[in-house]
């Protein structure tokens, strides 16, 4: 089984900043790309950033110079700094995973956190 396990959700005021954390548990052979993304009521799951195993990073244009996602390979844990909180960062936020169980597996599976909670209000 693998889990992935989110924290580091709450209430931030507007330019304030929050730091996302997840760590990735369970029978794992590789990782490869690691994301958060997040929701709103009544709109889709959309990407908010994306590293690869080598550290590539990628960003949706809107938090773009905000926000910084890292990762520790060794630990299998990917972290989501954001800066700079707007209101319209106010959505559930989820950790998201491309990883293989096994050696010999042809593909990556994907994997979802439960998500946590993020409000910018004042």
């Known amino acids: 089984q693998v889990q992935l396990v989110e924290s580091g959700g709450g209430l931030a005021q507007p330019g304030g900043s929050l730091r996302l954390s997840c760590a990735v548990s369970?029978?794992?052979?590789?990782?490869?790309?690691m994301a958060w993304y997040r929701q709103t009521p009544g709109k889709q799951h959309e990407l908010v950033a994306a590293?690869?195993?080598?550290?590539?990073?990628s960003y949706r244009p809107s938090v773009k110079g905000r926000f910084t996602i890292s990762r520790d390979n060794a630990k299998n844990t990917t972290d989501l700094q954001m800066n700079s909180l707007k209101s319209e960062d106010t959505a559930v936020y989820f950790c998201n995973a491309d990883l293989k169980q096994r050696s010999w597996s042809p593909t990556d599976s994907t994997y979802w956190g439960q998500g946590t909670q993020v409000t910018v209000s004042s």
């Open positions: 590293i690869s195993p080598g550290g590539s990073t």
């Open positions: 369970g029978s794992i052979f590789s990782i490869s790309r």
